[in-house]
Structure formats: C-alpha cells, structure tokens
C-alpha cells in the first residue's frame, strides 16, 4: 500500500519563481494537511482540508501562499512570488477523520529558494 | 488547550543505554497521545499511539511509552539503545481534527 506521495522531493528555485508543491494523500483518507519544517520554527502546520474542503488556513504565512485540493486524491501547496525566507522542507500528511486522529506524512519537499 | 511539552532538545545516550524521553500533555478531554520520529531526510514516522486502551503501549523498534493520567505524562523509553535509533522525536496530542507537536528531542547514541 502506498504511502503519502509527494513530488518534488527537491526543489530549486530563483526568488520570485512560482513553486508548485504536490501531494498524494493515502487512499481513503479524508483528511490533508500541509506543514513547514524549519530549523528555527520547527513544525508549523500550514493549512488542512477535511474531504477536500480548506477548514484552517490561519498557519499559511501570506497571501503569497495558496493550497487546493481538487479531488480527494491531490492537493497542490503554492507559492507565487517565492522568496528566500520560503526555503524549507514542505510535509504533507493524511488522516482518517473520525478516528484517533494519527497523521501519516510523506517524505517531504525540500525547497531552496535562492 | 491540548498541548505538549518535550523536556529537553537534545539526549545523548551510549549504545545499550536506556533511552527515556519526557513527554508532558495538557488537555481538558481525554487525549489521544503519539510519538512519531523523524530520520534525517525523512517525513515523521508514526512510532506509537495511546487511544485510552492500555496505558503501556508498545510501538515499532522496541519502543514503549506509559500514559500516566496522574503525572499527565507519555514518555518515550527504550530499554537499549541502537546506534539506528539516532533521530528527532516528536510528541503530539490531538486538537479536534489536528495534532499538536511539541517541539522535538533530537536524540544521539554513542558507541
């Protein structure tokens, strides 16, 4: 059974580049949620979704972040224009809501913007 | 709020050395409790969960943590420490649909 499916593993981009994050999520799962992890911040939850639906955007940074999730099966996490304080390894993770809430993350993005 | 509290970044333990990272919660419901850990390079991997079953949960790589209502704690221990074993962990307790992360425990093992 696969696993959380993200893509790019490894992304390098000039500052002020669109980036384009994408994510798979475990099939059946229902919920998706996307986190940053930084050395100084740590994990930061960034936005989720509950059967596709955004339901807390309140950790997206600004408005130079957007996050969709056209069908159960893919969500997007952009950022336009890109800036160096973006750089980061970008987490998606899934869930079954209604259970004991454990997430299942995917292998990460990690983003150089330069 | 659900929240909680790793006691210490870092731990450095030797080869063979009982492992034992502190995990306190805070939560007004009875919480669902995880430990996951993270290899260099790589997502967070789910290690063990408490869901108000047994208070004595054993997860993978011989791992355990013990729910203590009492204490509000869920530390992470292992009786013998692999040098594999080097990696952050994360403990996190459930908000609604969320998890809350505490902030890490990177831990090191000597040969």
């Known amino acids: 059974d696969a696993g959380v499916i993200q893509s790019p593993r490894h992304e390098v981009t000039e500052m002020g580049q669109e980036v384009t994050l994408r994510c798979k999520p475990i099939s059946g799962h229902n919920s998706l949620f996307w986190y940053r992890q930084t050395m100084m911040r740590g994990l930061e939850l960034l936005i989720y979704f509950n059967n596709n639906v955004p339901i807390d955007d309140s950790g997206m940074p600004e408005d130079r972040f957007s996050a969709k999730m056209p069908n159960a099966s893919f969500s997007t996490l952009k950022i336009q224009p890109s800036e160096p304080r973006d750089s980061a390894v970008y987490f998606c993770?899934?869930?079954?809501?209604?259970?004991?809430?454990?997430?299942?993350f995917g292998p990460g993005t990690r983003l150089t913007v330069t | 709020a659900q929240s909680v509290t790793q006691l210490g970044s870092h731990v450095s333990v030797s080869e063979g050395a009982l492992v034992l990272l502190r995990c306190n919660y805070s939560s007004s419901v009875p919480p669902y409790l995880f430990w996951y850990v993270q290899y260099p390079n790589q997502g967070l991997q789910l290690l063990l969960k408490y869901t108000s079953a047994a208070t004595l949960v054993k997860g993978i790589n011989g791992f355990e943590a013990e729910f203590k209502k009492s204490e509000t704690s869920f530390h992470l221990t292992k009786p013998s420490a692999h040098m594999s074993d080097a990696a952050e962990y994360f403990c996190?307790?459930?908000?609604?649909?969320?998890?809350?992360f505490g902030t890490g425990t990177r831990l090191q093992v000597f040969p």
């Open positions: 996190a307790v459930n908000r609604a649909d969320k998890l809350i």
């Open positions: 993770a899934s869930s079954l809501r209604g259970g004991s809430g454990e997430q299942y």
